[in-house]
């Protein structure tokens, strides 16, 4: 268990404002994971996917400043991905 705290300790000492945001993501992506998992039968993914927005981002900017590519393109290939199904679900295109 002290791995883990410290784990956690370390990485709010290496950049506090980097841990928070992703601590912000992380909670994101969770609420629109557990609002998806609860709704499955039939979801309105109006309201899910600005959480994963919302994730995406927090993502997007964290990878950039650890400087991590290839996460960070992967960040930027969902966060496109929510853009568009928001577009969808609500009857844009």
Known sequence: MN????????????????????MAGTI???IASFTLSLNADNPDMRYIYPFFFIGTMCGMYTNYH???????ILMCVF???????????????
């Open 28 to 30: 994101s992506v969770l």
């Open 66 to 72: 650890r400087v991590l590519v290839f996460p960070l």
């Open 3 to 22: 791995k883990i705290i410290n784990f956690f300790v370390k990485s709010h000492a290496q950049n506090p404002r980097l841990f928070y945001v992703d």
């Open 79 to 93: 966060c496109l991905n929510n853009i568009f199904g928001y577009g969808v679900a609500s009857g844009w295109w």
